[in-house]
């Protein structure tokens, strides 16, 4: 899958049969010649991607299964609760809209995505593309423009 920043706190995660726009709202998954788009909480299926929305105060977050690969979007919201994070499956990646420690150390994802911020020790990437295979073993953190 390739992952790439849509702006304004979107993030989209594209496959060979789905594509998935995340955004603090909702979740909108596209493939063929059809959309469907999915918000609040609950489990929900469209594609082969399985979403979880996971109700957060008068937020969702949600844990998308996508390509066999565990993917977590918190957005601006951090610092789960640990009662948000035992509802949480695998996550191989997390993708924050800022950076969070507590998150990252609670979920311990392979990969860590940002967006960019424009500091300038970081080299932020277009897009970053990942299998289930190529996860890394070591956390790594990713930042994407």
Do not use: C, W
């Amino acid at each position: 899958m390739d992952i790439y920043y849509d702006g304004d706190e979107k993030f989209k995660l594209k496959g060979k049969i789905a594509s998935v726009l995340l955004s603090s709202n909702n979740i909108l998954v596209e493939g063929g010649d059809s959309q469907r788009q999915f918000e609040g909480p609950g489990e929900f299926e469209s594609k082969g991607v399985v979403i979880t929305g996971i109700k957060r105060g008068n937020k969702t977050l949600y844990h998308i299964n996508f390509e066999g690969v565990g993917v977590v979007y918190l957005g601006e919201e951090n610092n789960l609760t640990e009662e948000e994070s035992g509802q949480i499956d695998q996550t191989d990646i997390l993708i924050l809209g800022t950076n969070s420690p507590k998150d990252i150390a609670t979920l311990e994802p392979k990969i860590v995505i940002l967006k960019d911020t424009g500091k300038e020790n970081e080299t932020p990437l277009s897009k970053l593309s990942i299998t289930k295979e190529k996860l890394p073993e070591e956390p790594q953190i990713v930042v994407l423009k």
